[in-house]
Structure formats: structure tokens, C-alpha cells
């Protein structure tokens, strides 16, 4: 199994849907992030989670929630879908402290299209 | 804040041939630096990394990355490419913060075609 597991690989969807997209590691990892990636722009933080108590928003929160249900799960939302948040979304984990709390472990990343 | 350009959004090698991928950072501190590798459907894989020390880092599958605090680049270089190597390349630049995390800024992407 991955270390880092998103759900659903594939989402096609409607303007103005709920959508959550879920994420799991099994890395043991404290540090919690996701990502959205559009072509020419690279990645874009959107949230970042440093344990379940700790939520934090990134360059592009709007439109967006977050859950940190334990310490490997963290599930990304968007409450009402629009059609310019289709997109690729990456989940990514990150040990606590270290030089390797620099390091960031990704999932497979989902892909939304929002119609 | 920092940021990252890769100059370059698509670049043809022949299979064999060399390659260098340009990447520059902006950042006021020591950064810490990465090249990432995404293949078609996949997630990003850690190529390598620069924290500190020797300026020229070896990653995996044969690549290498000079870093060059003067020119603020962080070049990715493969001396005989590969065809399996055509994939999206990201570089990155991490405040090195590890008390707020590693909110990593990736840039653009660089993507390469290798032809036979």
C-alpha cells in the first residue's frame, strides 16, 4: 500500500456540489499538507495541518475547508464547487522536526473536474 | 517571500544526450532546495535535496543539482538521459522554518520530451 493514499483518484462534478477529498498516510507523520497543481503554475499550498489541533491556511485558502479527523487523515473541501477549481490536488505528509521535516512524502494526487 | 522560476516550460533531448534543467530562487536566507519529479498520473517524487554543505548534491537515478548562492540557481543536470526519464520536473524553495513546517513554493514546472 501507499504511504500517502488519496480518495478519489477521479472526480467529475457539478457547479455548486459539495465535494471532500480525502487523504491518509501511514508514514507516522505529524505534518499534514495540500496542494493544488494547474499547469504553468506549479503547486499552490492551499492548507497545512502540524497535528489535529493545528490547522493553518496556505496561499490559496478560499473556497476551500479542511479536516484534520486524526493525526493520518486530513480531508480537503470545497463546499460549493466552481468550475476554476478543477484541477489536480495533492495530499503530502512531512515528519515533525529534523532536516527531514523539509521533506515532503505525496500522494498520487486527485484529479477534479467541476462542470 | 520566496519564490522560484524555471525558465524553460518544455525542453527536447535526444536519448543520450545531456541534460540541465534551470531553476532560480529568490530568498533572502539560506535556503533549502529540491527537485521533485512527477511522471504521467503519479505523485512527486524527491529527487534531491540541498540543506547545507557540499554545493553539488547527488540524487537518485543519476542526477545531480549545483547549488550557486551567487547566481541563486539550483540547476538539475543528468549527463545521459534516459527515456524513462520524460516526465514533469518541479523545483522548490523551503523557508527552512522548522518550528512553521516546510511550506514548500514550487515553481512552474519544467517539462521534458526525449526523443529517440
Known amino acids: 500500500d501507499a504511504d500517502v493514499t488519496q480518495t478519489p483518484r477521479n472526480r467529475i462534478t457539478k457547479t455548486g456540489k459539495r465535494i471532500m477529498l480525502e487523504c491518509s498516510q501511514t508514514k507516522g507523520h505529524d505534518r499534514m499538507y495540500w496542494y493544488r497543481q494547474d499547469p504553468g503554475l506549479g503547486l499552490r499550498l492551499i492548507y497545512y495541518s502540524f497535528d489535529v489541533k493545528d490547522i493553518n491556511k496556505g496561499e490559496i485558502s478560499d473556497g476551500y475547508s479542511v479536516s484534520r479527523q486524526a493525526q493520518a487523515k486530513f480531508s480537503l473541501s470545497l463546499e460549493s464547487a466552481i468550475p476554476n477549481q478543477t484541477a489536480l490536488y495533492f495530499c503530502?505528509?512531512?515528519?515533525?522536526?529534523?532536516?527531514?521535516?523539509?521533506?515532503?512524502?505525496f500522494g498520487a494526487g486527485s484529479r477534479l473536474t467541476v462542470l | 517571500a520566496q519564490s522560484v522560476t524555471q525558465p524553460d516550460i518544455h525542453i527536447t533531448v535526444s536519448e543520450g544526450a545531456s541534460l540541465e534543467l534551470r531553476c532560480n530562487y529568490s530568498?533572502?536566507?539560506?535556503?533549502?532546495l529540491f527537485w521533485y519529479v512527477q511522471s504521467p498520473g503519479q505523485g512527486l517524487q524527491l529527487l534531491l535535496k540541498?540543506?547545507?554543505?557540499?554545493?553539488l548534491v547527488q540524487g537518485i537515478k543519476g542526477f545531480e543539482a549545483e547549488f550557486k548562492r551567487s547566481q541563486s540557481s539550483f540547476n538539475l543536470r543528468k549527463p545521459s538521459v534516459h527515456w524513462s526519464d520524460a516526465a514533469e520536473y518541479f523545483c522548490a524553495v523551503g523557508d527552512g522554518s522548522l518550528k512553521y513546517g516546510n511550506k514548500l513554493v514550487f515553481g512552474a514546472g519544467t517539462i521534458l520530451r526525449v526523443k529517440s
Open positions: 530568498y533572502g536566507a539560506t535556503p533549502y
Open positions: 540541498y540543506f547545507s554543505g557540499d554545493t
Open positions: 503530502a505528509t512531512s515528519p515533525p522536526r529534523g532536516s527531514g521535516a523539509n521533506v515532503l512524502t
